[in-house]
């Protein structure tokens, strides 16, 4: 991409000063993000970031919800006296026309203010797994005031567990590849756990559960610190929308509290690792617990086990679809994937009479 483009388009956001210098930033294989320094000597730098289209097709609902809940957590920052602001929420930059992206020739884009002095972690140790904890939980108890339906769905039934699996059975039914029939061990993994794995679609239509503001992509590089390891704010709030605080706790653990690759090869590899799971827990515990309901609590150990079963369906349903979703490195990737997943769940249920007593132990501090 062009520089003088980049530079062109910054100059359409209400930034100060003049765009100088575009330079790509971050690692993401879903946006394409420029750091842009302007002339200004007072002011800001930016994030110009253009928006993977193919992966969130309502751009307006999307930059919607995200403007919605950067200005909500503002407004509770700065209500209880929050100092250096600009580095403890997201600020979304308006166009110049008072929009909250462009859209040139199909390419849409969007900008922020630039975090600075800020640092992401890649590992995860026990202490930012309890910090991780505290950050989502505190991110989901900010937004839990606000009617969960003010905001769409950026990516229709993205954690349904029950669309998850009627996916699975339609590219099973289709097999388009031919690769159901190496894959039969699989299958019966996924059909045996299915209902039970369903059980919250269930309890959320008899009214037993219910939807908060997610994050939806809790990963220890969604959050950013100060340079003292400080916790300055939550990023990448692209699929923050209504959803079970499963999505938070689970999806965090599966990637985190693996002890191996989520693509890992050899199996043996991969466990759950127990000790960073407390640590999850305990800090999660201390910021939602004042707003989770008892069954929400009590299902804490059904969401460590959802997510890899969920991720495992996502996978396995990619292969037998043809790899058309998750980029692949070589043709059997999203079967190794799936593999893994499965490990990892496997590892949760041999290991779920812990889990329940760490979570009930925890709970009743909390
Ligand atoms: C995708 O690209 P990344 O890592 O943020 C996916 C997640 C999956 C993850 C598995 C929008 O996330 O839901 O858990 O891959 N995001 C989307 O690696 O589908
Ligand atoms: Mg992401």
């Known amino acids: 991409m062009n520089i003088d483009n980049i530079l062109r388009i910054a100059g359409r956001f209400s930034i100060n000063g003049n765009a100088i210098s575009a330079e790509p930033v971050g690692n993401g294989w879903i946006n394409d993000t420029f750091r842009i320094v302007t002339d200004s000597t007072t002011g800001p730098d930016y994030n110009l970031q253009r928006i993977n289209h193919n992966v969130f097709k309502d751009v307006d609902t999307l930059q919607n919800n995200i403007k919605y809940v950067t200005g909500h957590i503002r407004r509770k920052l700065q209500a209880c006296g929050?100092?250096?602001?600009?580095?403890?929420?997201?600020?979304?930059?308006?166009?110049?026309?008072?929009?909250?992206?462009?859209?040139?020739?199909?390419?849409?884009?969007?900008?922020?203010?630039?975090?600075?002095?800020?640092?992401?972690?890649?590992?995860?140790?026990?202490?930012?797994?309890?910090?991780?904890?505290?950050?989502?939980?505190?991110?989901?108890?900010?937004?839990?005031d606000v009617n969960p339906k003010i905001l769409g769905e950026t990516i229709p039934r993205f954690h349904d567990m029950e669309f998850r699996i009627e996916e699975f059975e339609s590219a099973l039914?289709?097999?388009?590849?031919?690769?159901?029939?190496e894959t039969e061990d699989l299958i019966l993994e996924v059909r045996k756990r299915k209902d039970g794995m369903c059980i919250a679609e269930r309890m959320y239509r008899e009214g037993k559960l219910p939807k908060r503001i997610?994050?939806?992509?809790?990963?220890?590089?969604?959050?950013?610190?100060?340079?003292?390891?400080?916790?300055?704010?939550v990023i990448d709030l692209d699929t923050v929308m209504p959803s079970f605080v499963f999505s938070d706790i689970g999806d965090f653990l599966r990637s985190a509290a693996n002890t191996g690759e989520e693509d890992d090869r050899n199996p043996d590899n991969v466990n759950?690792?127990?000790?960073?799971?407390?640590?999850?827990?305990?800090?999660?515990i201390e910021s939602a617990?004042?707003?989770?309901?008892?069954?929400?609590?009590?299902?804490?150990?059904?969401?460590?086990?959802?997510?890899?079963?969920?991720?495992?369906?996502?996978?396995?349903?990619d292969y037998l679809n043809g790899d058309t979703y998750y980029k692949i490195k070589y043709?059997?990737?999203?079967?190794?994937?799936?593999?893994?997943?499965?490990?990892l769940l496997q590892s949760i249920e041999s290991q779920?009479?812990?889990?329940?007593?760490?979570?009930?132990?925890?709970?009743?501090?909390?």
């Open 173 to 181: 039914s289709a097999d388009r590849t031919g690769r159901a029939k």
């Open 82 to 144: 929050t100092e250096d602001l600009d580095r403890k929420v997201l600020t979304v930059i308006e166009t110049r026309e008072g929009g909250l992206y462009i859209n040139e020739n199909g390419e849409y884009w969007r900008a922020y203010t630039f975090i600075s002095d800020a640092v992401t972690y890649e590992k995860v140790d026990e202490e930012s797994s309890r910090m991780a904890g505290l950050a989502f939980g505190e991110f989901e108890h900010m937004l839990s």
């Open 331 to 343: 043709p059997e990737h999203n079967l190794v994937r799936s593999r893994a997943q499965l490990k």
């Open 272 to 284: 759950f690792n127990m000790s960073i799971f407390k640590a999850f827990i305990g800090g999660y």
């Open 289 to 317: 617990g004042k707003f989770l309901t008892d069954t929400e609590k009590e299902m804490i150990p059904f969401a460590v086990a959802l997510f890899p079963y969920m991720q495992f369906v996502r996978f396995f349903t």
């Open 214 to 233: 997610c994050h939806c992509d809790t990963k220890v590089n969604n959050m950013m610190f100060d340079r003292n390891g400080n916790f300055l704010c």
């Open 352 to 366: 779920m009479p812990e889990i329940k007593a760490a979570v009930r132990e925890i709970t009743r501090q909390g």
